[in-house]
């Protein structure tokens, strides 16, 4: 099975701050179409996730451009530039190439 | 506009079943593979269960394999999750997916004697 180890467990930010998150996964997550089925998610507080990008690197539609992602193979990262108080919740990271596996997450807390 | 509604949760006793429900809207249900989802009171998401479009494969985690099964009706744009055998560490809101980008609300499910 797929284990995803998200980095750091918490963090803690000002607005204006920008933060990375990282995400390990235990092997590939290249498939054999050519994509790389990982994805970024945010919780916020009391609410159902919502995909923030797709396929490592896409924005999804609505999501600010402060968002972004990079990586390849087994590591994967999601950077926000320029926190603002809305970014507060908890992020995952997912990959969807051998099923379904998250990461722990990531608490953001804004100072 | 895609839309996933679940049902079906409540306070149940350990060992008993319970069967959930989750009413598709706003794209061809037949036509794409469901998850099952659930996270427990303050913990992260774990995935659980996934139905092909078709109902030609099931997949399962661990963790529930054997007592819990998923199933669809594309007549009825539904999926469902049908939960035997339920403990305490169940307990959990329970949410349906289709792919990582649409999400339902989700439906506690709470075990406890």
């Known amino acids: 099975d797929v284990v995803l180890t998200q980095t750091p467990p918490t963090l803690s930010a000002t607005i204006g701050q920008s933060v990375s998150i990282s995400c390990r996964s235990s092997q590939s997550l290249l498939h054999s179409n050519g994509n790389t089925y990982l994805h970024w998610l945010l919780q916020r507080p009391g609410q159902s996730p919502q995909l923030l990008i797709y396929l490592v690197s896409r924005l999804e539609s609505g999501v600010p451009n402060r968002f972004s992602g990079s990586g390849s193979g087994t590591d994967f990262t999601l950077k926000i530039s320029g926190v603002e108080a809305e970014d507060l919740g908890v992020y995952y990271c997912?990959?969807?190439?051998?099923?379904?596996?998250f990461g722990s997450g990531t608490k953001l807390e804004i100072k | 506009e895609v839309q996933l509604v679940e049902s079906g949760g409540g306070l149940v006793k350990p060992g008993s079943s319970l069967k959930l429900s989750c009413v598709a809207s706003?794209?061809?249900?037949?036509?794409?593979?469901m998850h099952w989802i659930r996270q427990a009171p303050k913990k992260g998401l774990e995935w659980i269960a996934l139905i092909y479009y078709d109902s030609s494969n099931k997949y399962y985690a661990d963790s529930v394999k054997g007592r819990f099964t998923i199933s669809r009706d594309n007549s009825k744009n539904t999926l469902y999750l049908e939960m035997n055998s339920l403990r305490s560490e169940d307990t959990a809101m329970y949410y349906c997916?289709?792919?990582?980008?649409?999400w339902g609300q989700g439906v506690m499910v709470t075990v406890s004697s």
């Open positions: 997916a289709k792919t990582a980008r649409y």
């Open positions: 706003g794209f061809t249900f037949s036509s794409y593979g």
């Open positions: 997912v990959q969807g190439t051998h099923a379904l596996t």
